[in-house]
């Protein structure tokens, strides 16, 4: 697993996700913490980057490239 921050302190806008526990709504804005690139092994063989986000709202979901969609500002 490697940790990307060169996203840190960006924006970003919350547009929607696959989580249904989640109580983000379309429009939702937080800031980047760090995107977080996991590697493809023989249990899990797809890639997958993770951004972690604080959200304004309090909520602690982080988003997951090719599930959840987001842009970032």
Do not use: C, N
């Not at 924006?11 to 526990?21: E, G, H, K, Q």
């Not at 249990?43 to 969609?69: E, F, K, N």
């Amino acid at each position: 697993m490697a940790i990307d921050r060169s996203l840190q302190g960006r924006r970003v806008r919350f547009d929607s996700t696959s989580d249904p526990l989640t109580d983000l709504k379309r429009g939702d804005e937080g800031t980047v913490r760090h995107y977080r690139w996991s590697h493809a092994w023989d249990d899990h063989p797809v890639a997958q980057g993770t951004l972690t986000v604080d959200w304004d709202s309090g909520s602690t979901l982080s988003l997951i490239d090719g599930v959840d969609a987001w842009m970032l500002l």
